[in-house]
């Protein structure tokens, strides 16, 4: 089974705090994405990568950063923690030559911004 | 402009019915359709999916059909049970990425 995990499941810092989160994935996976989740707005992308080193802006980069140093690991940071990041957090991964692009999720990071 | 379009943002179903979830697109490019199931504190699980040269795929309870013309989808359970109940994401597969719709919340009345 893929196996898409997250280092913590709730967070909470203060504005002004640099945030790390980290995913990791065990199934060799070229592709790994960033997401948040918001009641109705749904998944919005905010970062993917497609390879080692390589990163991708999606449709809400703004105030995130990523890194993604090893090909199993994606971290997603917030430089400057503002309280309207305040959000579900979910990373995902999937093969590059996937048929239909299935994205496999970790269990999420409930992150509160105080 | 959202491209995947879900226009209800909750539905009540009796235990044992059917449920329909809807899910409306813009571009006739998508290949892929996909529906995802999601549960409180947890990340979204692959339920089902299509592809754009079928109009329809059955997987147990599960059955989604596809209309091009109308450039629409929808999931079918049948008969719905209390572990229904979630948040089901309707996506299309664009290039490397999923492109997702707001999100339908389930509830199945006992």
């Known amino acids: 089974d893929v196996k898409v995990t997250q280092s913590s499941r709730y967070l909470v810092k203060r504005t002004g705090e640099k945030v790390f989160l980290e995913c990791v994935q065990d199934m060799d996976h070229e592709n790994m994405f960033w997401y948040r989740q918001d009641p109705g707005l749904g998944l919005r992308l905010i970062y993917f990568s497609y390879d080692v080193k390589m990163k991708e802006k999606g449709d809400i980069p703004e105030g995130y950063s990523v890194s993604r140093e090893k090909k199993e690991r994606f971290s997603l940071i917030l430089e400057s923690a503002s309280t309207n990041q305040t959000s579900m957090y979910l990373c995902a991964s999937t093969l590059l030559r996937s048929s239909y692009n299935e994205q496999f999720f970790g269990p999420g990071t409930r992150l509160t911004v105080l | 402009d959202q491209q995947v379009k879900q226009n209800s943002p909750s539905l009540s179903v009796q235990e044992g019915r059917i449920s329909i979830l809807n899910c409306d697109y813009t571009n006739s490019m998508f290949d892929y359709f996909l529906w995802y199931k999601k549960y409180p504190a947890e990340g979204p699980t692959f339920l089902i999916s299509?592809?754009?040269i079928k109009d329809k795929n059955e997987d147990g309870r599960f059955t989604v059909f596809l209309n091009k013309s109308a450039k629409h989808l929808s999931l079918h359970i049948v008969p719905s049970q209390p572990g229904d109940s979630a948040v089901y994401f309707c996506?299309?597969?664009?290039?490397?990425?999923?492109?997702w719709g707001a999100g339908t919340k389930l509830i199945i009345k006992p």
């Open positions: 299509i592809s754009s």
């Open positions: 996506a299309a597969s664009s290039a490397y990425q999923l492109i």
